[in-house]
């Protein structure tokens, strides 16, 4: 039973530029993330992906008083993965209730408890964007035990600036930076 997991975040269309909700040249990480996703099969480690699952009338949006703009919607095409997901790759839906907001992969969902059953104890993170759902991908994956690693080249924010300061509160909170390329 494979000890790891890799848990990709958010690789959607509408976070790729064209998208309702871009992250800037978030699709220059396709690759390297697809890359991941093949190398970590190969180990036989779990494959993960987390995905915003809006329903249309979602809190986080600003038709609601939120603050983005109406983005993964369940069900469009907005919200389909952008990457090559392996057949058995877990799927996690966050923020699929209207009155709540879920930024990490663990948020409201069962995520913690597959990982736990299926005996991981190190996850690593890439994906979209760094300095929200990433982020607190990562945090959470902390605080629930599991000896965490950001992979850097396979992940991509909104601001260079605010990524730099949450790469280093990452680092400050146990996570560890590393590079797919180097694995």
């Given at each position: 039973?494979?000890?790891?997991?890799?848990?990709?975040?958010?690789?959607?269309?509408?976070?790729?530029?064209?998208?309702?909700?871009?992250?800037?040249?978030?699709?220059?990480?396709?690759?390297v993330?697809?890359?991941?996703?093949?190398?970590?099969?190969?180990?036989?480690?779990?494959?993960?992906?987390?995905?915003?699952?809006?329903?249309?009338?979602?809190?986080?949006?600003?038709?609601r008083?939120?603050?983005?703009?109406?983005?993964?919607?369940?069900?469009?095409e907005?919200?389909?993965?952008?990457?090559?997901?392996?057949?058995?790759?877990?799927?996690?839906?966050?923020?699929?209730?209207?009155d709540?907001?879920?930024?990490?992969?663990?948020?409201?969902?069962?995520?913690?408890?597959?990982?736990?059953?299926?005996?991981?104890?190190?996850?690593?993170?890439?994906?979209?964007?760094?300095?929200?759902?990433v982020?607190?991908?990562?945090?959470d994956?902390?605080?629930?035990?599991?000896?965490?690693?950001?992979?850097?080249?396979?992940?991509?924010?909104?601001?260079?600036?605010?990524?730099?300061?949450?790469?280093?509160?990452?680092?400050r909170?146990?996570?560890?930076?590393?590079e797919?390329?180097?694995?």
């Amino acid at each position: 039973m494979p000890e790891e997991a890799l848990i990709v975040v958010d690789m959607q269309r509408d976070f790729m530029p064209g998208g309702a909700l871009p992250v800037p040249e978030g699709d220059r990480i396709i690759p390297v993330v697809n890359e991941c996703i093949r190398k970590f099969k190969e180990r036989g480690a779990l494959i993960v992906a987390t995905r915003d699952w809006h329903p249309e009338n979602h809190i986080s949006f600003k038709e609601r008083g939120g603050p983005w703009p109406k983005h993964c919607v369940q069900g469009t095409e907005g919200a389909e993965f952008v990457v090559e997901l392996p057949a058995d790759a877990v799927i996690i839906s966050k923020a699929t209730d209207p009155d709540k907001e879920a930024y990490s992969g663990f948020e409201g969902t069962n995520l913690a408890e597959i990982l736990k059953e299926r005996g991981v104890k190190r996850v690593y993170v890439c994906g979209v964007a760094t300095e929200y759902c990433v982020r607190a991908t990562a945090l959470d994956a902390v605080k629930h035990g599991f000896e965490t690693y950001l992979l850097k080249d396979a992940v991509k924010g909104v601001n260079p600036e605010e990524e730099k300061k949450t790469l280093e509160e990452l680092q400050r909170a146990g996570v560890k930076l590393i590079e797919c390329s180097s694995l």
